[in-house]
């Protein structure tokens, strides 16, 4: 693989697993910071996302490991996942919704989701023909 290939999936591993981490490790400070409450339904929630994430990264560090090829569906799925999510954020920021958190809380994180996106999509167009 090229070296570009090799830092756009480690940059989507970290991001990904970052996310976990936060998610499976600091559920009720993260749900805190990022939600402004705590409920239980809403931890357990959190922690299957986080079991998702990690899982994604598991399988992006599998893959750096040994190949891209036709990983298509893979790749989709995480693109998928993060653009999803960043447009869920979108609307809470233009609705000037945040819910029972703050409007800088969401931001912050539309722009991480947002440059996932990005790395997610850099990494589709540039190697599309070996992820078939």
């Known amino acids: 693989m090229k070296k570009s290939n090799n830092l756009l999936i480690i940059l989507n591993i970290f991001f990904l697993f970052y996310y976990s981490f936060q998610l499976l490790v600091f559920t009720d400070e993260f749900m805190l910071n990022n939600l402004g409450i705590y409920n239980h339904a809403i931890a357990g929630l959190s922690e299957i996302i986080g079991i998702i994430f990690l899982a ?18 893979l790749f989709l ?52 023909n070996k992820l078939k």
């Open 56 to 73: 994604l990264s598991l399988s992006l560090l599998y893959i750096l490991i040994n190949n891209i090829n036709s990983q298509l569906p």
């Open 77 to 128: 799925t995480i693109f998928l996942i993060q653009l999803l999510i960043f447009l869920n954020f979108l609307r809470y920021i233009f609705t000037d919704n945040p819910g029972e958190t703050t409007i800088e809380s969401i931001t912050g994180n539309a722009i991480i989701f947002l440059f996932g996106v990005i790395i997610s999509f850099i990494f589709i167009f540039i190697n599309f």
